[in-house]
């Protein structure tokens, strides 16, 4: 139990807390939006993640941008692979909503069918990065950690009240709540978003009203993807890696980070994530990191205990108020 | 809601019929039974047959610690095989995937059939752990490339096992010699990873190094956020870092210590001994040192290197010539007459020898006597280990 | 093609079902006790081409007993998951956190080497190497594992579906990671010195030894019958009834005056035990237990097991533990590529059949039903 380092440090900690729990928050966006509408947790979707590092990967690679390339490259490799992310993230996440999940909706099959199909796909993608690609491409792909290029190094930008704040920390923090926000007003304030908040609501009245279900379903996944997709492109500024089984533990915790706050709920993923982030290193430093996840457990237990739906409660938008 | 009742009646009267098809079945079963898998009776055929098994993580995320240990093995029999081609020796690969679980009905395959006269593994401490017992019962010799656990021969040992390479609390003391006599660091924090391999590890450097310990911390396999950790480091500003774990987590660690402008020398264990290490870190591997009870293949003298090289397409990676070793022992063993499992045993019990790494003789308990173990410091240079110098023990 | 096939299965399958559900005791009972007989002859099958299915014909098999001991015991854990998610209708992801308690009872309290055993023999003085004998673990396992069902579905049962597949999955690995870095369960390396059951000397060596594994194979085989035909009274009793009933309906359960969390609660309970049973049963074969044995993976494969085989049909949870442990050990010479294949199987199978490969009756029924809404709802837009 180390107080007095927590206590000395809380600003930076606070920080650190943040930039990690944005990551979580960015991806719990995928796990509520397909949960607000499906009533589904989509279990893949932590591979969804994993797809965009190695995107934003191998972008680097073709431009072959590295630490020392100038800042002409390094603007071009960064905006390419944030997009390129997105769009992979996107595409696999919807891909795994075209070939697993539609023929299962058609039949209507229950959750639990749905939750074995999602580890199914999460193992084949993992498994398409660990051994498949390896088979036909080499390496780097196979399951020896990847390390990305540092084409942004971290500098600290300003120091408040003694807390430093890097480079890095404020495009992570400032970006997810950037998609966050875009994306609140999307579903909030756009037509399409209408008709996701119309489905998550009452798919069939929103059927009888002329909402194309299957092109909402296949919205959300997409949205949820391009999320993740803008998270991986944050992590690999962050962290500089990627490896194939990188998605399982981030996915268990952004998970974690969309129930704390509410599953189905966009403002409690966000809300969810950055707490999970802050809970984790302070425990890590009250304690020790290999503590940090029982930590994590145990908040959201306890959270569940006096708040059965999460912090803000389970709502998408504002239909399930 | 759910009516069966229309259907009784006619299932009723199929069951007769059910009945005497299973009967009939049964019977097609019984009158089949025409061969049995004895019939092609492997066993020795000839006086100079026997099959040495080797075990370990051959798929899955470790795999890349223990294949290089396998291709040096299978080099040692192809090299013996040629001034020896009348006899007939397999060696027989079992992955284990590292998991206990796994490791055990290979074991036993090994352990109950009469071919197998030695076993070359468990490549990890886990997995060793738990299929000893099971090889002393058979009488089935083992000699291990890379299981390091002190525990194995100190705590619990066990009359068939052998071990070509120094135990944790050897290479501890010789880290720890290291950081207080190299480096001359006078404040050391060191960090474990809480696997069976790093938290012992930490702990005999630590109990070496006593008071020069500034603090210490923990962390966990998967992790990639380490910014309670480097916070730590900071607060305590030692002269060096020592961290006992494995490269996946090693790689993102020093990165984000150098990130947060923590320039001090980084020391890990023979855990990131490989290329895994100073690719997983990058840049911020530059300069950084890994200790490692294994010769420099450069050192080994002959041309095992660059006969490896030629066989692989790469360089001997870890444990690679230990495999060797391990190999050459048993076919000394046979060489020298052993045919059954108990002249292999007695044999490797009294070996006396030079191998690629060191001079090997084994204690009763079946570790090579530590004046004989060599320590090697190897420091990253232009993204590869570069064996800087050997460690005082 | 495939759809064809898929529903010659289904129609063969379900008038075997049905067959067998209706045909009477003289027929029934020969076949179940030639079936029993048959699986513990299983080790010695060596007649051509039934032999074909040993793990250890080809170079790099594995030991065929030490493969069909594993089988047993999956399939132990997996009918014990079964009373949760399958009759229960409870999503439990953290079920190998109660294999792991079964394993850690019988190694902490066991053992002469684990930290409690020395802790308990140093308190009262007792002599070196003293520990608790076989048979008292037996209960001391199944106790922690009542206990800790119970501790953890007392709070969280009142959760719905997809919040308890959370919290239970956090459950599993908080006791993963309290076993990991705890010193009195030994730490990452974990405990060794597993004591093994008692039984009279053979040829020198214990009855249950590391080279006769068959022994510990029909072990498990007498443990996991006499627990199926536990399990089996159990649904059909009034426990069992109120199982479905809750399943089908809570609120309508609840009505009818079924005290829903009670019976949830018992579900959970029994389902941990027989988790726990399946623990013990894997430590002491295997004589040493380590934290990592334990990882989340495990959960997600009990699942598979029982969403794969059928859930709720002890037959398909049996089948469908059998073909998840026992197709990768057969099948070794693919090495790599066989996690990949998992995960296709995975998805076809769910794809092609949701239901499972021998779906319980009712089931089906609801199957068939869900199905029939959906087509219906389509009509309709």
């Given at each position: 139990?180390?107080?007095?380092?927590?206590?000395?440090?809380?600003?930076?900690?606070?920080?650190?807390?943040?930039?990690?729990?944005?990551?979580?928050?960015?991806?719990?966006?995928?796990?509520t939006l397909v949960y607000g509408v499906l009533r589904l947790i989509n279990f893949a979707?932590?591979?969804?993640?994993?797809?965009?590092?190695?995107?934003?990967?191998?972008?680097?690679?073709?431009?072959?941008?590295?630490?020392?390339?100038?800042?002409?490259?390094?603007?071009?490799?960064?905006?390419?692979?944030?997009?390129?992310?997105?769009?992979?993230?996107?595409?696999?996440?919807?891909?795994?909503?075209?070939?697993?999940?539609?023929?299962?909706?058609?039949?209507?099959?229950?959750?639990?069918?749905?939750?074995?199909?999602?580890?199914?796909?999460?193992?084949?993608?993992?498994?398409?990065?660990?051994?498949?690609?390896?088979?036909?491409?080499?390496?780097?792909?196979?399951?020896?950690?990847?390390?990305?290029?540092?084409?942004?190094?971290?500098?600290?930008?300003?120091?408040?009240?003694?807390?430093?704040?890097?480079?890095?920390?404020?495009?992570?923090?400032?970006?997810?709540?950037?998609?966050?926000?875009?994306?609140?007003?999307?579903?909030?304030?756009?037509?399409?978003?209408?008709?996701?908040?119309?489905?998550?609501?009452?798919?069939?009245?929103?059927?009888?009203?002329?909402?194309?279900?299957?092109?909402?379903?296949?919205?959300?996944?997409?949205?949820?993807?391009?999320?993740?997709?803008?998270?991986?492109?944050?992590?690999?500024?962050?962290?500089?890696?990627?490896?194939?089984?990188?998605?399982?533990?981030?996915?268990?915790?952004?998970?974690?980070?969309?129930?704390?706050?509410?599953?189905?709920?966009?403002?409690?993923?966000?809300?969810?994530?950055?707490?999970?982030?802050?809970?984790?290193?302070?425990?890590?430093?009250?304690?020790?990191?290999?503590?940090?996840?029982?930590?994590?457990f145990v908040v959201l237990i306890a959270v569940l205990m006096f708040r059965p739906t999460?912090?803000?409660?389970?709502?998408?938008?504002?239909?399930?108020? | 809601?759910?009516?069966?009742?229309?259907?009784?009646?006619?299932?009723?009267?199929?069951?007769?019929?059910?009945?005497?098809?299973?009967?009939?079945?049964?019977?097609?079963?019984?009158?089949?039974?025409?061969?049995?898998?004895?019939?092609?009776?492997?066993?020795?055929?000839?006086?100079?047959?026997?099959?040495?098994?080797?075990?370990?993580?051959?798929?899955?995320?470790?795999?890349?610690?223990?294949?290089?240990?396998?291709?040096?093995?299978?080099?040692?029999?192809?090299?013996?095989?040629?001034?020896?081609?009348?006899?007939?020796?397999?060696?027989?690969?079992?992955?284990?995937?590292?998991?206990?679980?796994?490791?055990?009905?290979?074991?036993?395959?090994?352990?109950?059939?009469?071919?197998?006269?030695?076993?070359?593994?468990?490549?990890?401490?886990?997995?060793?752990?738990?299929?000893?017992?099971?090889?002393?019962?058979?009488?089935?010799?083992?000699?291990?490339?890379?299981?390091?656990?002190?525990?194995?021969?100190?705590?619990?040992?066990?009359?068939?096992?052998?071990?070509?390479?120094?135990?944790?609390?050897?290479?501890?003391?010789?880290?720890?010699?290291?950081?207080?006599?190299?480096?001359?660091?006078?404040?050391?924090?060191?960090?474990?990873?809480?696997?069976?391999?790093?938290?012992?590890?930490?702990?005999?450097?630590?109990?070496?190094?006593?008071?020069?310990?500034?603090?210490?911390?923990?962390?966990?396999?998967?992790?990639?956020?380490?910014?309670?950790?480097?916070?730590?480091?900071?607060?305590?500003?030692?002269?060096?870092?020592?961290?006992?774990?494995?490269?996946?987590?090693?790689?993102?660690?020093?990165?984000?210590?150098?990130?947060?402008?923590?320039?001090?020398?980084?020391?890990?264990?023979?855990?990131?001994?490989?290329?895994?290490?100073?690719?997983?870190?990058?840049?911020?591997?530059?300069?950084?040192?890994?200790?490692?009870?294994?010769?420099?293949?450069?050192?080994?003298?002959?041309?095992?290197?660059?006969?490896?090289?030629?066989?692989?397409?790469?360089?001997?990676?870890?444990?690679?010539?230990?495999?060797?070793?391990?190999?050459?022992?048993?076919?000394?063993?046979?060489?020298?007459?052993?045919?059954?499992?108990?002249?292999?045993?007695?044999?490797?019990?009294?070996?006396?020898?030079?191998?690629?790494?060191?001079?090997?003789?084994?204690?009763?308990?079946?570790?090579?006597?530590?004046?004989?173990?060599?320590?090697?410091?190897?420091?990253?240079?232009?993204?590869?280990?570069?064996?800087?110098?050997?460690?005082?023990? | 093609?495939?759809?064809?096939?898929?529903?010659?299965?289904?129609?063969?399958?379900?008038?075997?079902?049905?067959?067998?559900?209706?045909?009477?005791?003289?027929?029934?009972?020969?076949?179940?006790?030639?079936?029993?007989?048959?699986?513990?002859?299983?080790?010695?099958?060596?007649?051509?081409?039934?032999?074909?299915?040993?793990?250890?014909?080809?170079?790099?098999?594995?030991?065929?007993?030490?493969?069909?001991?594993?089988?047993?015991?999956?399939?132990?854990?997996?009918?014990?998951?079964?009373?949760?998610?399958?009759?229960?209708?409870?999503?439990?992801?953290?079920?190998?956190?109660?294999?792991?308690?079964?394993?850690?009872?019988?190694?902490?309290?066991?053992?002469?080497?684990?930290?409690?055993?020395?802790?308990?023999?140093?308190?009262?003085?007792?002599?070196?190497?003293?520990?608790?004998?076989?048979?008292?673990?037996?209960?001391?396992?199944?106790?922690?594992?009542?206990?800790?069902?119970?501790?953890?579905?007392?709070?969280?049962?009142?959760?719905?579906?997809?919040?308890?597949?959370?919290?239970?999955?956090?459950?599993?690995?908080?006791?993963?990671?309290?076993?990991?870095?705890?010193?009195?369960?030994?730490?990452?390396?974990?405990?060794?010195?597993?004591?093994?059951?008692?039984?009279?000397?053979?040829?020198?060596?214990?009855?249950?030894?590391?080279?006769?594994?068959?022994?510990?194979?029909?072990?498990?085989?007498?443990?996991?019958?006499?627990?199926?035909?536990?399990?089996?009274?159990?649904?059909?009793?009034?426990?069992?009834?109120?199982?479905?009933?809750?399943?089908?309906?809570?609120?309508?359960?609840?009505?009818?005056?079924?005290?829903?969390?009670?019976?949830?609660?018992?579900?959970?309970?029994?389902?941990?035990?027989?988790?726990?049973?399946?623990?013990?049963?894997?430590?002491?074969?295997?004589?040493?237990?380590?934290?990592?044995?334990?990882?989340?993976?495990?959960?997600?494969?009990?699942?598979?097991?029982?969403?794969?085989?059928?859930?709720?049909?002890?037959?398909?949870?049996?089948?469908?533990?059998?073909?998840?442990?026992?197709?990768?050990?057969?099948?070794?010479?693919?090495?790599?590529?066989?996690?990949?294949?998992?995960?296709?199987?995975?998805?076809?199978?769910?794809?092609?059949?949701?239901?499972?490969?021998?779906?319980?009756?009712?089931?089906?029924?609801?199957?068939?039903?869900?199905?029939?809404?959906?087509?219906?709802?389509?009509?309709?837009?």
């Amino acid at each position: 139990m180390d107080f007095t380092s927590l206590i000395d440090n809380l600003g930076s900690h606070t920080v650190d807390g943040l930039t990690k729990g944005a990551i979580y928050a960015l991806v719990a966006l995928g796990y509520t939006l397909v949960y607000g509408v499906l009533r589904l947790i989509n279990f893949a979707h932590s591979e969804v993640f994993m797809v965009g590092t190695w995107t934003v990967f191998g972008v680097y690679a073709v431009f072959n941008a590295t630490a020392a390339s100038g800042v002409g490259t390094v603007i071009l490799a960064t905006s390419v692979a944030l997009i390129a992310a997105t769009l992979a993230s996107a595409g696999t996440a919807l891909a795994v909503e075209r070939i697993a999940y539609r023929p299962l909706r058609k039949k209507n099959a229950p959750p639990l069918i749905f939750l074995i199909t999602a580890i199914g796909c999460s193992l084949v993608l993992v498994e398409l990065f660990g051994h498949v690609f390896r088979q036909f491409f080499g390496p780097p792909f196979g399951r020896a950690l990847v390390s990305i290029p540092t084409l942004i190094d971290t500098k600290v930008l300003f120091t408040v009240g003694g807390v430093s704040i890097t480079n890095i920390q404020l495009i992570v923090i400032f970006g997810a709540v950037l998609m966050m926000v875009l994306l609140d007003l999307f579903v909030n304030y756009s037509r399409l978003g209408r008709g996701v908040r119309a489905v998550a609501q009452d798919p069939d009245t929103a059927a009888l009203m002329g909402v194309n279900q299957d092109r909402v379903i296949m919205l959300v996944f997409v949205l949820g993807g391009a999320m993740a997709g803008v998270a991986a492109m944050l992590y690999t500024l962050r962290y500089d890696i990627t490896k194939f089984d990188i998605g399982f533990l981030i996915g268990v915790k952004a998970f974690t980070a969309a129930v704390l706050g509410g599953i189905g709920n966009l403002r409690g993923a966000l809300v969810g994530g950055l707490l999970l982030g802050v809970v984790e290193v302070y425990s890590s430093t009250l304690f020790s990191s290999n503590w940090e996840d029982v930590t994590a457990f145990v908040v959201l237990i306890a959270v569940l205990m006096f708040r059965p739906t999460g912090i803000l409660g389970e709502s998408l938008g504002k239909a399930r108020a | 809601m759910y009516s069966l009742d229309q259907q009784e009646v006619i299932v009723l009267r199929r069951s007769t019929r059910f009945g005497f098809s299973a009967v009939a079945l049964a019977l097609a079963v019984s009158a089949s039974a025409c061969g049995t898998t004895d019939e092609n009776g492997g066993g020795d055929d000839g006086d100079c047959a026997a099959t040495i098994g080797i075990m370990g993580a051959l798929s899955g995320s470790n795999a890349s610690i223990v294949i290089p240990s396998v291709n040096g093995a299978k080099m040692a029999l192809t090299e013996w095989s040629a001034e020896n081609e009348d006899c007939d020796i397999k060696l027989q690969e079992f992955d284990t995937e590292g998991d206990p679980a796994k490791a055990t009905p290979a074991a036993t395959q090994m352990a109950t059939n009469e071919d197998f006269l030695g076993v070359i593994g468990g490549a990890f401490s886990g997995e060793t752990r738990a299929t000893k017992g099971i090889f002393d019962d058979a009488g089935l010799t083992m000699i291990s490339q890379s299981a390091t656990a002190t525990d194995l021969t100190l705590e619990d040992p066990a009359s068939v096992f052998h071990r070509v390479i120094g135990y944790d609390d050897v290479q501890g003391v010789a880290i720890a010699n290291y950081l207080r006599e190299v480096l001359q660091a006078k404040k050391i924090f060191v960090v474990d990873d809480s696997t069976a391999y790093g938290e012992p590890l930490a702990n005999t450097v630590k109990t070496e190094l006593g008071d020069l310990v500034a603090d210490s911390d923990k962390t966990q396999e998967g992790q990639t956020d380490f910014a309670a950790v480097v916070s730590k480091v900071e607060a305590a500003a030692p002269d060096a870092v020592f961290y006992a774990g494995y490269a996946a987590e090693a790689g993102p660690f020093l990165k984000q210590l150098r990130d947060a402008g923590v320039e001090e020398p980084f020391v890990g264990g023979d855990g990131l001994y490989g290329a895994d290490f100073p690719k997983a870190a990058g840049a911020a591997s530059e300069g950084a040192i890994v200790t490692c009870p294994c010769l420099p293949a450069e050192e080994a003298g002959g041309t095992f290197a660059a006969d490896y090289e030629a066989e692989y397409g790469e360089a001997p990676g870890a444990y690679a010539a230990e495999g060797y070793d391990a190999m050459n022992i048993f076919l000394a063993a046979f060489a020298d007459g052993a045919r059954d499992r108990e002249a292999v045993e007695k044999f490797v019990d009294a070996y006396e020898g030079q191998g690629l790494t060191k001079t090997y003789k084994f204690d009763e308990k079946g570790d090579v006597a530590e004046e004989n173990v060599v320590i090697w410091a190897y420091k990253v240079t232009d993204g590869a280990l570069v064996a800087d110098q050997e460690v005082p023990k | 093609m495939s759809t064809t096939l898929l529903d010659r299965y289904a129609t063969a399958r379900k008038a075997l079902a049905d067959n067998w559900a209706n045909g009477p005791i003289w027929v029934k009972l020969p076949i179940v006790l030639a079936l029993i007989s048959f699986c513990f002859y299983l080790p010695y099958l060596n007649i051509l081409p039934f032999a074909q299915i040993r793990t250890d014909l080809g170079a790099g098999g594995t030991d065929w007993s030490s493969v069909l001991f594993l089988i047993v015991i999956y399939m132990i854990a997996a009918v014990g998951l079964n009373v949760v998610i399958g009759l229960a209708g409870l999503l439990d992801l953290g079920y190998v956190g109660f294999y792991a308690l079964g394993a850690y009872s019988v190694a902490l309290f066991g053992s002469p080497s684990s930290p409690v055993t020395e802790a308990i023999a140093r308190k009262f003085d007792l002599s070196e190497g003293w520990a608790v004998p076989f048979a008292a673990c037996i209960p001391i396992a199944i106790a922690f594992a009542l206990v800790a069902g119970v501790i953890l579905g007392a709070p969280t049962l009142r959760l719905r579906g997809d919040y308890l597949a959370i919290v239970t999955m956090g459950f599993g690995e908080i006791i993963r990671i309290i076993l990991r870095n705890s010193e009195f369960t030994g730490g990452p390396s974990g405990v060794i010195g597993i004591p093994k059951p008692p039984g009279p000397e053979q040829d020198g060596r214990d009855y249950f030894n590391s080279l006769d594994v068959h022994r510990w194979y029909w072990l498990a085989l007498i443990v996991l019958i006499l627990l199926m035909f536990a399990v089996r009274r159990l649904e059909h009793s009034r426990v069992g009834r109120s199982w479905l009933a809750i399943r089908e309906d809570e609120d309508a359960a609840a009505i009818m005056g079924v005290p829903a969390f009670k019976f949830k609660l018992w579900a959970f309970a029994i389902g941990a035990a027989l988790g726990a049973i399946a623990g013990l049963l894997f430590a002491s074969k295997q004589g040493v237990v380590e934290p990592n044995g334990f990882r989340l993976n495990l959960s997600f494969l009990f699942v598979a097991m029982v969403v794969i085989g059928g859930s709720g049909n002890m037959v398909g949870v049996l089948i469908g533990a059998f073909l998840i442990t026992y197709l990768p050990e057969r099948f070794r010479g693919f090495e790599q590529w066989r996690p990949f294949a998992f995960g296709v199987a995975l998805v076809a199978v769910m794809v092609l059949r949701p239901q499972g490969l021998v779906p319980n009756r009712r089931r089906a029924k609801e199957f068939e039903d869900r199905r029939h809404e959906a087509k219906e709802a389509a009509a309709d837009v």
